[in-house]
């Protein structure tokens, strides 16, 4: 008969171990179920005339809709989202819409997220400034800080992302780069998180930045539930324009297989045989193997491989980074292996991929290189 499953929940996280048969009471469980927070998760998202309307309203709808897709099966609150008045109760977005604030910055210390959207009064000004100096003052309290598009900058100049990686929209790399040059600026990722920070390049990007806080939260079940809803993408870890489209898969059946796609891409480096990615989710290589090849319709191996050439591709064009050091990181055996591998994918060797990348995709953006 196999084991059984049991669950002890660590944080809002479920971490699972195994049962021998008649050696404890639990029943077989779904791996993908996350326990809820007790209370909606808190997130305040910063209100100030000239803000970009999609920064705030596409995250907003992705919390939302969680609520419908919650872990537990009620239509409870996943999260309590409200607008922060930066200026004033009611504010002007860049759109002319006029909207109406549920807090002030006086309250906003407790919660437990905030959004910085972007804008153009953002970038330069009073509400620079006072976003920046409450940032100063209150990160100590917030377990996780986001930035959309030019949100970066009050962040920025707050220096609580000096030495982290960040990314922004693409119009304003240089930019950043230069006012910031402690940032380590990277112009490809869609979002990146380093540490309790969160960044995105805004638009679309904000909403998968949104889907990658409620996994966190609440699992790769819920996550996708709401990405389906949405038509959006799932990206794990901020991964490229290439990484596997969670849209296709089923939600239902697929359960014990939901949080692998965002594991492996976590792993690349790993021994990701099926072996390993069976005992991931507590089956048997033969059984994990009919039933990823079901669902993702790839078999675990290619989809191994394609995950660490999408990666693969986004390193090369790094100035500082080799073909063996590349092959090596994102868990080839050899060069001589990637190499064939890339071949297969793209028609063309890693090194003839990276002479021809564009010298301005460097994934690490420095003041001096735009200098006159």
Known sequence: MGELLTRRVDGHRPIWRALPEGGGSAAPMKIATVSKPAKPLSIGIFGFDGMSLLDLSGPLEAFTVARTHAADGTDRSCYDARIIGVTGKTFASESGLVLKTEDTLLRASHVDSIIVPGGVAVRAGETYRKISDWLSTHAHRIRRIISVCTGIY????SGLLDGRKITTHWRFVQDVARRFPKLRVDPISPFIKDGPFYTCGGGTAAIEMALGLIEEDYGSSVALSVARELVARLRPG??????????????????????????????????????????RVCLCPRHFSRLFKRFFHVTPAAFVERLRIDEARRRLILPRNNVENVAR??????????????????????????????????????ASLFAA
């Open 154 to 157: 009050p962040l920025a100049k």
């Open 238 to 279: 901020g991964g490229n324009e290439d990484s596997v489209d969670p849209l296709q898969f089923d939600c239902g059946p697929m359960d014990r297989l939901a949080d692998l796609p965002a594991w492996i891409g976590s792993h690349l480096s790993d021994n990701l045989s099926v072996e390993v990615l069976a005992n």
């Open 329 to 366: 990181d994102v868990g080839f055996k050899n060069a001589d292996s990637f190499r064939r591998a890339f071949e297969r994918r793209h028609g063309v060797s890693p090194l003839s991929y990276k002479r021809n990348s564009k010298t301005q995709s460097s994934g690490h953006y420095n």
